[in-house]
């Protein structure tokens, strides 16, 4: 080939002044933040990671706190290089860019003199907003989902900031004088860590707001207007990848001070962004029309690649953008949504006391041969894609003097692949195509037990890479691409090739107990629905 490529310029882990590059990430999620350095073969050097507290005033509500969640960033940052200097014995690793990747549909608003938040983050599963969401469906019913490729629900971010602008003056205030900023994580991390300079946000977490026109990837004033939400006050959208539109790191003195490796990554480019369960689908390198990934983590988290026209579902399923990379047309895909995955385990772990760890739960679940007839739904919020049914609450059918801790840990993880099978039906249905291998990811794939459940009932090949955090490589290659580190996807590819061949899980069930797990799996479902007012 006559591509020429950074990796084969220079003896391996060598490039012109000696010295191997990196890119790194912050993976900001749901329950920790973290950040990742990459070496330039795209294989993990460091990291560093911190939890962050879930403040629930009640139920169905879960907020964080967005200056907690900036000091965390800062902090993974600093500790992170350091552990890159330790790690190479460099005074200085060559960290070319960064890209960062974040829990999507999350929504704030802050003060742009001050910097401070006005109210807390509202999380992506948080319920607050039901009830407005109820109303505004009932006035317009599903007329903006083919502009906006999404259905009416409290997960979008639009129906966050109708509350927020509802029931917090301090925003209502802002947003009417001018001095209020909209925006995702994403968009608040970029503008603190580039002191300021950029309000952004990525193609992707756009698409989630319910206030962007899909087709043009740009906010729609109508309805901007509809949930009175400024233009103004909202985040230019940029591709996933540039080289120059999303800034360069510039911290503030106390931060520097509080985090002194902080200072070594003054100007050091942002060339990515991009919402975590996209970031999986570039990690994965879902790149061809038709590749599907399943993230295994608090939620689980299905999507399709549907190529550059988007696409309708009928099925439960919402379109988004997958990916856009610099000077290209957008990238779309079918996904599906469940809530409740590796929640369900830690439920199990926290809550009721069923399990000591979350690693038990495989050792236990492999002791048995069947659930003994359990099904657990978890709708702990209610049942999202295909289903959409904020009705429905947690449910365990099928509990015998027989049952023990082992069928219930095989339960859980059971529940887990059942509703990744929905949506992996609902998307063979929109997209005409039968799914005959699904990538998987995410910190539940080391779970063999759970991933054979997945492969026996959805009859799949499922297909686990050496690397089962897609998500900070998703984010890294972003960044390398704005860099123009990689000539573009095909060399990605290329690269990620030379990585260890992944674990495959290949069918294994009979067709007769797999049409038990699922009748029983649908009569569950059933009893999950009408629990609580739809309102609630």
């Given at each position: 080939k006559a591509t020429v490529s950074v990796l084969n310029c220079f003896p391996a882990g060598q490039e012109m002044g000696g010295f191997q590059w990196f890119v790194g990430c912050v993976d900001q999620g749901t329950t920790s933040s973290?950040?990742?350095?990459?070496?330039?073969?795209?294989?993990?050097?460091?990291?560093?990671?911190?939890?962050?507290?879930?403040?629930?005033?009640?139920?169905?509500?879960?907020?964080?706190?967005?200056?907690?969640?900036?000091?965390?960033?800062?902090?993974?940052?600093?500790?992170?290089?350091?552990?890159?200097?330790?790690?190479?014995?460099?005074?200085?690793?060559?960290?070319r860019g960064l890209g960062v990747t974040n829990q999507r549909e999350t929504t704030l608003v802050w003060d742009r003199r001050?910097?401070?938040?006005?109210?807390?983050?509202?999380?992506?599963c948080d319920l607050r907003s039901a009830e407005g969401v109820a109303e505004f469906k009932a006035a317009h019913g599903e007329a903006f989902q083919k502009r906006t490729g999404l259905p009416t629900s409290p997960y979008f971010s639009g129906f966050k900031l109708k509350w927020l602008l509802a029931n917090v003056p301090e925003v209502r205030?802002?947003?009417?004088?001018?001095?209020?900023?909209?925006?995702?994580?994403?968009?608040?991390l970029v503008w603190n860590l580039t002191n300021r300079a950029k309000h952004v946000i990525s193609a992707c977490n756009a698409s989630r707001m319910y206030l962007a026109d899909l087709a043009k990837v740009q906010w729609d004033p109508e309805l901007c207007a509809a949930f009175g939400v400024p233009v103004a006050a909202l985040p230019t959208i940029v591709p996933n990848s540039h080289p120059t539109a999303m800034g360069a790191m510039a911290f503030m003195p106390r931060s520097v001070t509080e985090h002194p490796h902080l200072e070594f990554l003054q100007g050091v480019p942002i060339t990515g962004m991009i919402g975590d369960q996209q970031s999986a689908m570039v990690g994965q390198r879902c790149f061809s029309k038709g590749d599907a990934k399943n993230t295994y983590g608090t939620g689980c988290f299905m999507l399709m690649n549907i190529g550059e026209a988007p696409r309708f579902s009928a099925n439960g399923l919402l379109t988004t953008v997958c990916?856009?990379?610099?000077?290209?047309?957008?990238?779309?895909?079918?996904?599906?949504?469940?809530?409740q995955a590796g929640m369900l385990i830690t439920w199990l772990v926290d809550n009721v006391g069923i399990l000591k760890s979350p690693a038990e739960a495989g050792a236990l679940a492999a002791k048995v041969d069947s659930t003994g007839g359990v099904a657990i739904v978890p709708a702990f919020a209610g049942l999202f894609a295909p289903h959409w049914r904020p009705d429905?609450?947690?449910?365990?059918?099928?509990?015998?003097?027989?049952?023990?801790?082992?069928?219930?840990?095989?339960?859980?993880?059971?529940?887990?692949?059942?509703?990744?099978?929905?949506?992996?039906?609902?998307?063979?249905?929109?997209?005409?195509?039968?799914?005959?291998?699904?990538?998987?990811?995410?910190?539940?794939?080391?779970?063999?037990?759970?991933?054979q459940a997945q492969a026996d009932v959805g009859r799949v090949k499922v297909v686990v890479p050496d690397n089962k955090e897609s998500t900070g490589l998703g984010a890294a290659i972003c960044a390398a691409l704005g860099l123009g580190l990689y000539?573009?996807?095909?060399?990605?590819t290329?690269?990620?090739?030379?990585?260890?061949?992944?674990?495959?899980f290949d069918p294994a069930l009979s067709e007769e107990e797999r049409a038990v797990t699922i009748e029983q799996w649908n009569k569950a479902i059933k009893r999950s629905h009408d629990w609580v007012p739809a309102k609630l």
């Amino acid at each position: 080939k006559a591509t020429v490529s950074v990796l084969n310029c220079f003896p391996a882990g060598q490039e012109m002044g000696g010295f191997q590059w990196f890119v790194g990430c912050v993976d900001q999620g749901t329950t920790s933040s973290r950040a990742i350095w990459y070496d330039n073969a795209l294989r993990p050097v460091v990291t560093h990671q911190i939890r962050h507290r879930q403040i629930t005033p009640q139920p169905g509500w879960l907020q964080h706190d967005p200056l907690e969640i900036l000091g965390n960033v800062e902090k993974c940052l600093a500790e992170s290089y350091k552990k890159l200097q330790e790690k190479t014995g460099l005074a200085r690793p060559a960290c070319r860019g960064l890209g960062v990747t974040n829990q999507r549909e999350t929504t704030l608003v802050w003060d742009r003199r001050t910097g401070q938040p006005l109210y807390d983050a509202i999380v992506w599963c948080d319920l607050r907003s039901a009830e407005g969401v109820a109303e505004f469906k009932a006035a317009h019913g599903e007329a903006f989902q083919k502009r906006t490729g999404l259905p009416t629900s409290p997960y979008f971010s639009g129906f966050k900031l109708k509350w927020l602008l509802a029931n917090v003056p301090e925003v209502r205030r802002g947003l009417a004088d001018g001095t209020a900023l909209i925006g995702t994580v994403d968009s608040w991390l970029v503008w603190n860590l580039t002191n300021r300079a950029k309000h952004v946000i990525s193609a992707c977490n756009a698409s989630r707001m319910y206030l962007a026109d899909l087709a043009k990837v740009q906010w729609d004033p109508e309805l901007c207007a509809a949930f009175g939400v400024p233009v103004a006050a909202l985040p230019t959208i940029v591709p996933n990848s540039h080289p120059t539109a999303m800034g360069a790191m510039a911290f503030m003195p106390r931060s520097v001070t509080e985090h002194p490796h902080l200072e070594f990554l003054q100007g050091v480019p942002i060339t990515g962004m991009i919402g975590d369960q996209q970031s999986a689908m570039v990690g994965q390198r879902c790149f061809s029309k038709g590749d599907a990934k399943n993230t295994y983590g608090t939620g689980c988290f299905m999507l399709m690649n549907i190529g550059e026209a988007p696409r309708f579902s009928a099925n439960g399923l919402l379109t988004t953008v997958c990916y856009q990379l610099h000077g290209e047309r957008p990238v779309y895909a079918f996904e599906g949504a469940v809530v409740q995955a590796g929640m369900l385990i830690t439920w199990l772990v926290d809550n009721v006391g069923i399990l000591k760890s979350p690693a038990e739960a495989g050792a236990l679940a492999a002791k048995v041969d069947s659930t003994g007839g359990v099904a657990i739904v978890p709708a702990f919020a209610g049942l999202f894609a295909p289903h959409w049914r904020p009705d429905a609450r947690g449910t365990i059918c099928g509990v015998t003097m027989h049952t023990k801790r082992e069928h219930i840990a095989k339960a859980a993880l059971n529940a887990i692949a059942m509703q990744v099978y929905d949506v992996l039906r609902a998307m063979e249905k929109d997209s005409g195509l039968q799914l005959t291998r699904l990538k998987a990811d995410g910190g539940m794939c080391v779970n063999s037990v759970l991933m054979q459940a997945q492969a026996d009932v959805g009859r799949v090949k499922v297909v686990v890479p050496d690397n089962k955090e897609s998500t900070g490589l998703g984010a890294a290659i972003c960044a390398a691409l704005g860099l123009g580190l990689y000539s573009g996807l095909e060399e990605v590819t290329e690269v990620m090739e030379r990585h260890p061949e992944p674990t495959t899980f290949d069918p294994a069930l009979s067709e007769e107990e797999r049409a038990v797990t699922i009748e029983q799996w649908n009569k569950a479902i059933k009893r999950s629905h009408d629990w609580v007012p739809a309102k609630l």
